[in-house]
C-alpha cells in the first residue's frame, strides 16, 4: 500500500471513530440511560431526588434504616427492625411506611402483623391500617389520630422506649397520654381480639363518646359514653 492510500485510509478511520464519539456524547447529553432487568435480588433500595434528597428506602430487616429527620438519620425510638418501605418528605423526614412480618415461634404459636400510614409533618401517624396477631388473637382495623402542632420529642420517646419494664414505665406512659404529649386517637374502625366488629369515635382529648359494636353472635348496640367512660345511652335493635 504506497503512502497515499495509508494516508486516505487512516483519514476515514479518524472520521468514522470521531462520529461515532459525537454520537455517544449527543446520547449521553439526553440524560442518564434506562437499564431494564428481568430480576434482581438486593436488601435494600435508597431511592433519591436528583439533588441527593432520599424519598423512600426499601429494605429487608437486617438493613431497616432508623428514622430520618431532614436528611440526618438517628435510631428509631420503637427500635422498628422489620421489613418494608419507609416514605420521607420533600426534606428527607420520615412520613410514613409500610411494614409487615410473620412467623411460627418454636411453641408452634404464630406472631405477625401489616401495616402501612402516613405522618402528620415533623409527627407521628395520622392515619393507618394495621392487623396483628399474637397468640391466637387477631385485630385489625383503621386509626385516625391527632397530633401536637409541636414537631415530635424524640428525645422523651427514646427515653421511655428504654426504660424498662414495671410501674414507673407504666406510670410514665400514663402520664404522657394524658397529658396527649404524642397525640391521642380519635376514630378507630376495625375488628378487635375478641371478634366483635366495632367503631369507636373520641373526643378531642381523646375520650370514647360513641362506640357502634356487633358482637360475634350478631348481639348489636350503640352506645353514647360521657367524659368519664361511663354509657349514658345505649340504642339497641
Given at each position: 500500500m504506497n503512502g497515499n492510500?495509508l494516508?486516505?485510509?487512516y483519514s476515514a478511520?479518524?472520521t468514522?471513530?470521531c462520529a461515532?464519539?459525537?454520537?455517544t456524547?449527543?446520547?449521553a ?5 434506562k437499564t431494564a432487568?428481568t430480576?434482581?435480588?438486593?436488601q435494600?433500595?435508597?431511592l433519591?431526588?436528583a439533588?441527593g434528597?432520599?424519598r423512600?428506602?426499601?429494605s429487608n ?6 428514622i ?18 419507609i416514605?420521607?418528605n420533600?426534606?428527607?423526614?420520615e412520613?410514613?411506611?409500610?411494614t409487615f ?21 415533623e409527627?407521628?401517624q ?6 396483628n396477631?399474637q ?21 422523651l420517646?427514646?427515653?421511655i422506649?428504654?426504660m424498662?419494664e414495671?410501674?414507673?414505665?407504666a ?8 397529658e396527649?404529649t404524642?397525640?391521642?386517637?380519635r376514630?378507630w374502625?376495625?375488628k ?18 360513641i ?12 352506645d353514647?359514653l ?7 345511652r345505649?340504642?339497641?335493635?
Amino acid at each position: 500500500m504506497n503512502g497515499n492510500k495509508l494516508l486516505i485510509l487512516y483519514s476515514a478511520v479518524l472520521t468514522i471513530a470521531c462520529a461515532a464519539s459525537l454520537a455517544t456524547g449527543a446520547v449521553a447529553n439526553q440524560g442518564p440511560e434506562k437499564t431494564a432487568f428481568t430480576e434482581i435480588d438486593v436488601q435494600r433500595i435508597n431511592l433519591r431526588e436528583a439533588d441527593g434528597t432520599l424519598r423512600m428506602v426499601i429494605s429487608n430487616t437486617d438493613r431497616t434504616p432508623g428514622i430520618y429527620i431532614r436528611g440526618v438519620e438517628r435510631p428509631h425510638p420503637s427500635g422498628r427492625r422489620t421489613a418494608g418501605m419507609i416514605f420521607l418528605n420533600d426534606e428527607g423526614t420520615e412520613n410514613g411506611g409500610l411494614t409487615f412480618s410473620g412467623r411460627r415461634l418454636p411453641d408452634g404459636t404464630v406472631v405477625g402483623s401489616g401495616h402501612i400510614s402516613f405522618d402528620q409533618y415533623e409527627q407521628d401517624q395520622v392515619i393507618q391500617l394495621t392487623q396483628n396477631e399474637q397468640g391466637g388473637r387477631r385485630w385489625a382495623g383503621m386509626v385516625v389520630s391527632d397530633r401536637p402542632d409541636s414537631p415530635l420529642d424524640f428525645e422523651l420517646a427514646q427515653r421511655i422506649s428504654s426504660m424498662p419494664e414495671g410501674p414507673e414505665r407504666a406510670a410514665e406512659i400514663q402520664r404522657v397520654m394524658a397529658e396527649g404529649t404524642f397525640g391521642r386517637q380519635r376514630v378507630w374502625v376495625g375488628k378487635t381480639r375478641d371478634r366483635e366488629s366495632a367503631v369507636l369515635l373520641s373526643d378531642a382529648m381523646g375520650r370514647p363518646r360513641i362506640r357502634m359494636r356487633v358482637a360475634p353472635d350478631g348481639a348489636s348496640a350503640i352506645d353514647f359514653l360521657g367524659e368519664d367512660g361511663e354509657v349514658v345511652r345505649s340504642l339497641t335493635p
